[in-house]
């Protein structure tokens, strides 16, 4: 490779498509026409094996993987590259959701590797649909709205679960609700969600439609989506998982965090989402993908969310979230950069993405400009020291904070 990597580089994010996607989201952001022929349902910019961006060097265009692997030194720096297949840390993504995202959790690190050479010794293709681990991975992830943004986020408390089950639903989830509420609050969350995802097809028809019959008279977010969900699943006992999960609503800046074994949906808006670069889901409802509830209350963690919005640090007008994201005790980190705050002196020595939300910006380092156009965005190789950042609009900055310097929130 004789590209001169020392320097931005512009990548080109890659769009996945999938049933929940929309339409025009992502298309406006990049500046393309709009409708799509088909939904746009999340934008990559990565170096993921499953969709890796292209690195745009001269006329030609490399994937970043490969990239990665050729010259790991140069774009992830000694602390990434001593792997025996260096690969990058983090994924950024652009989420469009149009209708729900599949009730789903993700593993921590030992089940990600445990689970990804189990089904490697069964021989499992990678690319199977009953796949649940295509890598070794965890995926904690954090998500920054750009509009109005709707997810379920983890287990409500009991006290109001035992409410609404009371109120709206059948007798045998009264009694378990009735017969549970004194008890450890794990107990009775478990034993809750394992009664629901037993359920026979039949039952479940005749649950979702008792309990959308008793709540149409109520106004209440609970109400609201449960009625949205029966709408489009009605044969899903997902559609009945706000009467157990937190409904949380959020403004554009705000973000919220999928740690292991969260029990979480997307439900509606478009978001800026950084994650483990990883693609490990496992999925219990509310989808056309594959299924595994017995996997999944194995690996969820069956406890009450208190806090969903993700706490902030700000410094010099950027706004930046973080979350653990190994056990060594590196950090993700995605931070909004407002054109307040612009121009920036960024630091540089880490890769880093960036990506305009929109909007072009510029990146300068030593002598260099590097226009990075709305449709793209930009690569920042570890070999970069110095950074600087011009925007009339927000910029969205990706990258993996080691431990030696990672920032607690």
Not at 91 to 111: F, R, W
Not at 269 to 287: F, K, P, Q, W, Y
Request: net charge negative; aromatic share 6%.
């Amino acid at each position: 490779m004789t590209a001169d990597l020392s320097r931005p580089l512009l990548i080109e994010p890659r769009v996945r498509h999938y049933d929940w996607g929309s339409d025009d989201a992502i298309a406006k952001l990049q500046g393309r026409a709009y409708p799509s022929a088909e939904p746009e349902a999340e934008l990559w910019m990565g170096a993921h094996d499953l969709a890796p961006s292209f690195a745009l060097i001269g006329d030609r265009r490399v994937k970043l993987n490969q990239l990665i692997r050729e010259e790991a030194d140069t774009m992830l720096g000694p602390s990434g590259s001593g792997e025996d297949a260096p690969r990058l840390g983090f994924l950024l993504k652009v989420l469009a959701a149009k209708k729900p995202l599949s009730l789903q959790v993700h593993p921590d690190a030992e089940t990600a590797r445990l689970g990804f050479d189990r089904e490697n010794r069964l021989g499992v293709p990678l690319d199977a649909d009953h796949r649940l681990y295509r890598d070794d991975q965890p995926k904690p992830e954090i998500l920054c709205a750009l509009g109005p943004f709707s997810a379920l986020h983890g287990f409500r408390p009991v006290s109001a679960i035992v409410r609404d089950l009371e109120r709206l639903a059948a007798p045998e989830l009264r009694e378990l609700a009735q017969t549970e509420t004194n008890g450890a609050s794990h107990r009775f969350y478990s034993k809750l969600l394992r009664h629901l995802l037993s359920l026979e097809q039949n039952d479940v028809c005749n649950l979702v439609s008792s309990v959308t019959s008793n709540l149409r008279d109520l106004d209440t977010e609970q109400a609201k989506w449960i009625g949205k969900l029966a709408s489009t699943f009605p044969k899903d006992i997902g559609a009945l998982s706000p009467l157990i999960l937190n409904i949380v609503t959020l403004e554009p800046g705000e973000a919220i965090a999928a740690g292991p074994g969260l029990l979480h949906s997307y439900l509606d808006g478009t978001g800026v989402e950084l994650m483990v670069n990883s693609d490990n889901t496992i999925r219990a409802g509310l989808t056309s993908k594959h299924v595994d509830p017995g996997e999944l209350m194995r690996i969820t963690r069956f406890e009450e969310t208190t806090s969903s919005l993700l706490a902030h640090q700000v410094a010099d007008g950027t706004k930046s979230f973080s979350m653990p994201s190994t056990e060594q005790g590196s950090r993700l980190e995605l931070s909004s950069i407002t054109p307040a705050a612009l121009p920036l002196e960024a630091e540089g020595g880490s890769p880093q993405i960036l990506f305009g939300a929109g909007e072009s910006f510029v990146m300068s380092s030593n002598d260099v400009r590097v226009s990075v156009p709305a449709h793209l965005a930009a690569f920042v190789p570890a070999a970069v020291t110095s950074l600087a950042i011009e925007s009339t609009g927000t910029v969205f900055r990706a990258r993996e904070v080691p431990a030696s310097s990672a920032a607690v929130t």
